[in-house]
């Protein structure tokens, strides 16, 4: 688990070298820690088009099964379920490992 104070919502931004910024927002309740939503914001044009948190079975970003994908250009909004499907459940499963932002 994490220590410290972690912000509701929790909210990592990523821009590209033309300064184009991909967002990813979780929601999460402070009474039990648990996701209640995560949103990606991609602006057009965006050199990056995914959120990958944590590492896939080879050891590398790239393959993490907790892949947010953005739709091209502007929003994709996940619901705890969609959440839970990738192994994200708390906000603790968030910050407990690295986020990268991917092509």
Do not use: E, H
């Not at 919502?9 to 402070?30: C, E, G, K, M, Q």
């Not at 990958?52 to 929003?75: F, K, M, Q």
């Amino acid at each position: 688990m994490t220590k410290g104070v972690i912000d509701n919502p929790y909210v990592v931004t990523a821009t590209d070298y033309l300064s184009r910024a991909i967002t990813v927002t979780f929601n999460w309740s402070p009474v039990n820690r648990s996701l209640s939503a995560a949103r990606v914001d991609r602006d057009a044009g965006c050199l990056y088009q995914n959120v990958l948190i944590g590492l896939g079975p080879d050891g590398t970003p790239d393959t993490t099964v907790s892949a947010l994908r953005s739709n091209g250009n502007g929003v994709v909004t996940l619901t705890p379920p969609q959440l839970a499907a990738i192994n994200l459940n708390t906000i603790d499963d968030v910050v407990a490992t690295q986020i990268t932002f991917g092509l």
